[in-house]
């Protein structure tokens, strides 16, 4: 069975070919970060104009690396929400409208179920259960997973999400839209020992997190410069601020994936979501994996943020327990807001 993914949640278009049987075909992604750049972030009426100009060439070059054609596509899963309202419109007529005209069923799938399943599309998947940590830019989530759509959830942000506190955090140390990677890369040559940031709620016994304080701490840190503005902070403190405010929110990630597999006894960690290709996480978690013996997975860098692949994915799981999961109903309805315990198990 041949899936086709259509993912426009946000400020990327991606769709993808997911065979149930040879693995992902194709995929083709395009990211608007540089329209939405000079605003500083995603402005959502351009971002549903972008989905609009992208979806079909996108979906022909995806066809085109599989070498198939719109007859061999047997179902359509498209991302149903949470996500910007008229982004999401854009994918799931687009899904819809195919769906009709082909003749083939479709299905809603949650974005941030794609975002958990996507490190099963790697060569070496993890095995069920195991613990996730979904980390992107409007979530920060642990979560027990059982199997496909048996997802519960042990904690979350109270406040700003870790993707959110890298790119506000980011900002303020006059680094671009989105920041995380600029400011990761920053950090590589800050002095650990320069800037100590807080860590928040990492003594706490819950599986919660919040991160508006630390990005406050960055602020204050600015502020009580010499310097007083970032734009005469030299480059050498800059990186010492990053590398505190990196230190800071890895050690908290960190700390509370190890209670979670400790308190629930899983063995196995699988990291989710944009900030999952940060590389001083990945370093942190290989760490404690070595020493407290459980196994880290990874999505592939490229299926760590928005693609249509994870999307693809994860309709083609859900379509492999139950075939009547798609229907031949075109009539659709985004869900912008949609907590993911609320999926039904397939
Ligand atoms: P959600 O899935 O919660 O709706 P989203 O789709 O916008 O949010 P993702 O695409 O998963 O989120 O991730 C984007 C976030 O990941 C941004 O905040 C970005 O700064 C962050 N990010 C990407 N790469 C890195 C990196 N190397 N280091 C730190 N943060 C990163
Ligand atoms: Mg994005
Ligand atoms: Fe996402």
């Known amino acids: 069975m041949i899936v086709l993914g259509v ?3 946000c400020d990327e278009t991606g769709l993808a070919l997911y065979d149930t049987q040879h693995g992902l075909l194709s995929h083709a992604l395009y990211s608007q970060v540089a329209m939405h750049e000079e605003y500083g972030g995603v402005v959502p009426e351009l971002a549903s104009r972008d989905h609009i100009r992208r979806a079909i060439p996108l979906l022909t070059q ?8 719109l007859a061999d596509i047997d179902a359509i899963a498209y991302t149903q929400g949470p996500g910007l309202a008229g982004a999401l419109l854009v994918g799931s007529s687009v899904a819809c409208s195919l769906g009709l005209a082909l003749d083939k069923p479709v299905l809603g799938v949650h974005h941030l179920e794609g975002h958990l399943l996507s490190p099963l599309l790697a060569s070496q998947p993890p095995e069920f259960p195991f613990i996730a940590l979904l980390v992107s ?6 979560m027990r997973v059982d199997g496909v759509g048996q ?12 993707g959110e506190a890298f790119d506000k955090s980011a900002k303020l140390l006059g680094l671009g839209y989105p920041g995380g990677p600029a400011i990761s890369r920053l950090a590589e040559f800050g002095d650990p020992t ?32 010499e310097e007083k503005v970032i734009a005469n902070i030299c480059e050498q403190d ?9 230190d800071a929110i890895v050690d908290v990630l ?10 629930t006894g899983l063995k196995r960690l699988v990291i989710a979501g944009g900030v999952g290709a940060n590389s001083q996480l990945r370093a942190s978690l290989n760490a404690a994996a070595a020493k407290k013996k459980f196994k880290v997975y990874y999505p592939e860098l490229e299926f760590c943020t928005d693609n249509g692949a994870m999307i693809a994915f994860a309709g083609a799981m859900r379509l492999m327990i139950n075939p009547d999961a798609a229907k031949k109903d075109y009539s659709f309805n985004v869900r912008p807001r949609w907590p993911l315990d609320e999926i039904k198990v397939v």
């Open 7 to 9: 993912e426009s949640s």
């Open 62 to 69: 995806t066809l085109e690396g599989a070498g198939k054609s």
């Open 137 to 142: 830019g409007g979530h920060t989530q642990l």
């Open 151 to 162: 997802y519960t959830l042990l904690g979350e942000t109270l406040d700003d999400a870790a």
């Open 194 to 225: 320069a800037y100590k940031l807080p860590r928040p709620m990492l003594h706490t016994k819950d599986f919660n997190f919040s991160f508006s304080g630390l990005k406050t701490a960055v602020l204050t840190v600015v502020k009580n410069h």
């Open 238 to 246: 800059k990186a010492n601020i990053a590398r505190g405010f990196v």
């Open 254 to 263: 960190t700390a509370k994936c190890v209670s979670a597999l400790k308190h």
